[in-house]
């Protein structure tokens, strides 16, 4: 039994094959650990340690180190309102404390109704239509507090079960060609492109 | 007046709305660069490339065709693309990997070609949910074209491109972090020398790392020639540039424009640009280059926009990311934000950034907000000291990556433009604007 679902699982070996060394698949495989659970659970991490080659302490210290994973449960809505300087110019920390009065939970806190996560993130590149509000990730360009209260009740209601999937789905697309082929090949037909081309060149030359 | 009549290079399809298909890709010449390159041989394409004198977009503005020079020969080695854009106010890649993923897929194959790497990545930070979607979907298709994987358009040429999400790190940015995080880790810089991933990068195998609009201008340069792109913009600061523009403008956005030939009041007041400062108010400061750059007050709107120009005079061009604050902005709480910034990313490896941060973001913070002390306006500038001495431009380094030492720039700018702005902070007890 993995711990991984049997298609994430499949999804998983898929990612660490895309790697020539197998520990490179450790920040993906945390981003599906996440799609499956919400957060990454200890388990998880065991797996995801067997699946790159490292120690469950090793996944935990390289997971703990980026923003986006969570190592506890959060809501089904993580949102995100950013502060810093474009958007701090256009009223962002006024937004987020709007957003902790409108959720009922504090900066960093979870809604009691377990719906929503609030965070105060760093910049996030959008700074045109500032102040910035992601809700899992997807940028929902909601910049005042009536729109705010708009996009929480579209929320609530399931109005943007599309536009906003679910927590984890950073790779909501596959990936569906590849290459996987021997080193050793690949170096034997630079090789002879190589001596190709230097042959036309000395033809060229004369 | 400003001097629009340049190409748009990197963003010419961003009108259609479906820019980031594969069929608006190719009825606009979409993979013609590609198939002229593989005509050429690589050295003649990087011979292109170093003819454009294009100045890397990333935000240290290094010759892309140098670093492509300096790439160690070895068996195996590696392209990776540095689309981890998060310096503070730089949205330009946002808008590249959304609107035309093909364009950066062709350029990374033609770099690639260039560099003979049959092994390239493009390392996206995690939050461009959307912009993951489309560049997987654009290398998809891509494969599909015969684009990409073997024998690519009938030649010999073969290459595989892996996408490659971050997790929320901005200090993966750095080249030598970003590695790090290709390689599983904890996106922690890398000691120096060398100085270059194109020594001993991924995997400890020679490696270039390019930003992602560096990349998007490949296609361009290959079907119209170095020479073309060198005969845009001035001096040094070849081509055209995207420039992200934010705050209080009445249009925010990105602008694709020719270097050195427009000013910072160009892009601030031009109607097809900024359009000017929100009522019309007048300019406190602006940040020139993203929040490591020092400040520049109104008296240097004039300067155009060019890496040596920004430079003489005591700033940089950097991420091409322009911030603008108006007169009803607090100084203090803006640079505070700069700060509080510098202090959630620090990796925490190298103790003056790792404790200076948090040192100059709690005094930032009582300035801000109640409790400041006279002596905090000198303390900072002394605790700046400590982390880039002499407080110079460019800053001394004390730390293995620049993060700290970039800390300095904004204080000391706020400081010597608005002191009194911060003893006026002291008096009130706090924020004297709210």
Same mark, same amino acid.
């Given at each position: 039994?993995?711990?991984?679902?049997?298609?994430?699982?499949?999804?998983?070996?898929?990612?660490?094959?895309?790697?020539?060394?197998?520990?490179?698949?450790?920040?993906?495989?945390?981003?599906?650990?996440?799609?499956?659970?919400?957060?990454?659970?200890?388990?998880?991490?065991?797996?995801?340690?067997?699946?790159?080659?490292?120690?469950?302490?090793?996944?935990?210290?390289?997971?703990?180190?980026?923003?986006?994973?969570?190592?506890?449960?959060?809501?089904?809505?993580?949102?995100?309102?950013?502060?810093?300087?474009?958007?701090?110019?256009?009223?962002?920390?006024?937004?987020?404390?709007?957003?902790?009065?409108?959720?009922?939970?504090?900066?960093?806190?979870?809604?009691?109704?377990?719906?929503?996560?609030?965070?105060?993130?760093?910049?996030?590149?959008?700074?045109?239509?500032?102040?910035?509000?992601?809700?899992?990730?997807?940028?929902?360009?909601?910049?005042?507090?009536?729109?705010?209260?708009?996009?929480?009740?579209?929320?609530?209601?399931?109005?943007?079960?599309?536009?906003?999937?679910?927590?984890?789905?950073?790779?909501?697309?596959?990936?569906?060609?590849?290459?996987?082929?021997?080193?050793?090949?690949?170096?034997?037909?630079?090789?002879?492109?190589?001596?190709?081309?230097?042959?036309?060149?000395?033809?060229?030359?004369? | 007046?400003?001097?629009?009549?340049a190409p748009k290079i990197v963003s010419s399809?961003?009108?259609?709305?479906?820019?980031?298909?594969?069929?608006?890709?190719?009825?606009?010449?979409?993979?013609?660069?590609?198939?002229?390159?593989?005509?050429?041989?690589?050295?003649?394409?990087?011979?292109?490339?170093?003819?454009?004198?294009?100045?890397?977009?990333?935000?240290?503005?290094?010759?892309?065709?140098?670093?492509?020079?300096?790439?160690?020969?070895?068996?195996?080695?590696?392209?990776?693309?540095?689309?981890?854009?998060?310096?503070?106010?730089?949205?330009?890649?946002?808008?590249?990997?959304?609107?035309?993923?093909?364009q950066?897929?062709?350029?990374?194959?033609?770099?690639?070609?260039?560099?003979?790497?049959?092994?390239?990545?493009?390392?996206?930070?995690?939050?461009?949910?959307?912009?993951?979607?489309?560049?997987?979907?654009?290398?998809?298709?891509?494969?599909?074209?015969?684009?990409?994987?073997?024998?690519?358009?009938?030649?010999?040429?073969?290459?595989?491109?892996?996408?490659?999400?971050?997790?929320?790190?901005?200090?993966?940015?750095?080249?030598?972090?970003?590695?790090?995080?290709?390689?599983?880790?904890?996106?922690?810089?890398?000691?120096?020398?060398?100085?270059?991933?194109?020594?001993?990068?991924?995997?400890?195998?020679?490696?270039?790392?390019?930003?992602?609009e560096?990349?998007s201008n490949?296609p361009w340069i &290959?079907?119209n020639?170095? $020479?073309a792109f !060198?005969?845009l913009?001035? @001096?040094? %600061? /070849?081509g055209t540039r995207l420039?992200? #523009?934010?705050?209080?403008?009445?249009?925010?956005?990105?602008?694709e424009?020719e270097?050195?030939?427009?000013?910072?009041?160009?892009?601030?007041?031009?109607?097809?640009?900024?359009?000017? &400062?929100?009522?019309?108010? $007048?300019?406190? !400061?602006?940040?020139?280059? @993203?929040? %490591? /750059?020092?400040?520049?007050?109104?008296? #240097?709107?004039?300067?155009?926009?060019?890496?040596?120009?920004?430079?003489?005079?005591?700033?940089?061009?950097?991420?091409?990311?322009?911030?603008?604050?108006?007169?009803?902005?607090?100084? &203090?709480?803006?640079?505070?934000?700069?700060?509080?910034?510098?202090?959630?990313?620090?990796?925490?490896?190298?103790?003056?950034?790792?404790?200076?941060?948090?040192?100059?973001?709690?005094?930032?913070?009582?300035?801000?907000?109640?409790?400041?002390?006279?002596?905090?306006?000198?303390?900072?500038?002394?605790?700046?000291?400590?982390?880039?001495?002499?407080?110079?431009?460019?800053?001394?380094?004390?730390?293995?990556?620049?993060?700290?030492?970039?800390?300095?720039?904004?204080?000391?700018?706020?400081?010597?433009?608005?002191?009194?702005?911060?003893?006026?902070?002291?008096?009130?007890?706090?924020?004297?604007?709210?």
């Open positions: 039994m993995t711990h991984f679902r049997t298609d994430l699982r499949q999804r998983a070996e898929e990612l660490v094959s895309l790697y020539p060394r197998r520990r490179s698949a450790m920040l993906p495989l945390l981003h599906l650990a996440q799609e499956q659970d919400g957060y990454v659970t200890d388990e998880a991490m065991a797996e995801i340690a067997e699946l790159t080659g490292t120690t469950p302490a090793e996944v935990r210290g390289t997971a703990a180190f980026y923003d986006m994973f969570h190592l506890e449960p959060v809501g089904k809505y993580v949102v995100g309102v950013c502060t810093n300087i474009a958007c701090l110019l256009a009223g962002g920390e006024e937004l987020l404390a709007h957003a902790s009065a409108t959720l009922g939970c504090s900066v960093g806190g979870t809604s009691p109704d377990g719906l929503f996560t609030l965070e105060e993130t760093e910049c996030l590149a959008d700074c045109n239509i500032a102040p910035v509000v992601q809700v899992n990730h997807r940028y929902v360009r909601t910049t005042t507090p009536d729109l705010f209260d708009a996009l929480v009740d579209d929320l609530r209601n399931g109005r943007l079960d599309h536009d906003v999937p679910p927590h984890g789905t950073l790779i909501r697309i596959r990936r569906s060609g590849g290459l996987r082929v021997d080193r050793e090949e690949l170096a034997g037909e630079r090789a002879e492109a190589r001596a190709a081309r230097e042959a036309r060149a000395a033809t060229e030359a004369k | 007046m400003a001097s629009l009549d399809r961003a009108k259609f709305a479906d820019s980031h298909t594969l069929s608006r890709y190719l009825e606009t010449g979409g993979y013609e660069g590609l198939r002229k390159a593989l005509t050429m041989f690589p050295e003649q394409v990087a011979a292109e490339v170093d003819a454009a004198s294009l100045l890397g977009r990333g935000g240290a503005g290094f010759p892309a065709g140098r670093k492509w020079s300096m790439l160690r020969k070895s068996p195996v080695s590696y392209l990776v693309v540095n689309g981890d854009e998060s310096e503070p106010a730089t949205f330009k890649d946002h808008y590249l990997v959304e609107r035309d993923p093909h950066l897929v062709e350029g990374v194959i033609i770099a690639a070609y260039a560099l003979q790497v049959t092994q390239a990545f493009i390392y996206l930070r995690g939050e461009f949910a959307l912009g993951l979607e489309r560049v997987q979907q654009a290398i998809n298709e891509a494969y599909e074209h015969g684009a990409l994987g073997r024998k690519i358009f009938g030649s010999s040429f073969s290459l595989d491109l892996v996408v490659h999400p971050g997790a929320g790190a901005y200090i993966c940015g750095e080249e030598t972090a970003l590695i790090e995080a290709l390689e599983g880790k904890r996106g922690f810089p890398r000691i120096k020398p060398p100085f270059f991933p194109a020594v001993t990068g991924l995997y400890g195998e020679p490696t270039v790392v390019n930003n992602v560096t990349m490949m &290959v079907l020639g170095g $020479a !060198a005969a913009g001035a @001096g040094r %600061s /070849a420039f992200a #523009l934010s705050g209080r403008v009445r249009n925010p956005g990105v602008f424009i270097m050195v030939k427009n000013t910072f009041r160009d892009l601030i007041y031009d109607p097809q640009l900024g359009g000017g &400062v929100i009522d019309d108010r $007048a300019i406190k !400061a602006i940040i020139p280059g @993203g929040v %490591s /750059a020092p400040w520049f007050g109104p008296e #240097l709107l004039d300067v155009p926009l060019g890496q040596d120009e920004v430079a003489e005079k005591g700033s940089m061009l950097g991420s091409g990311s322009i911030v603008v604050m108006d007169e009803t902005t607090c100084v &203090v709480r803006a640079t505070w934000r700069i700060i509080k910034f510098f202090s959630r990313e620090s990796c925490g490896q190298c103790t003056p950034c790792r404790e200076g941060s948090g040192w100059l973001e709690r005094i930032l913070y009582r300035l801000e907000h109640g409790g400041g002390r006279v002596e905090d306006v000198d303390l900072l500038l002394d605790l700046c000291d400590n982390i880039a001495p002499g407080l110079t431009w460019p800053p001394q380094q004390t730390t293995i990556c620049v993060l700290g030492p970039s800390m300095p720039s904004s204080i000391n700018a706020a400081i010597s433009m608005f002191r009194d702005d911060f003893y006026a902070h002291v008096q009130h007890g706090g924020c004297p604007h709210d």
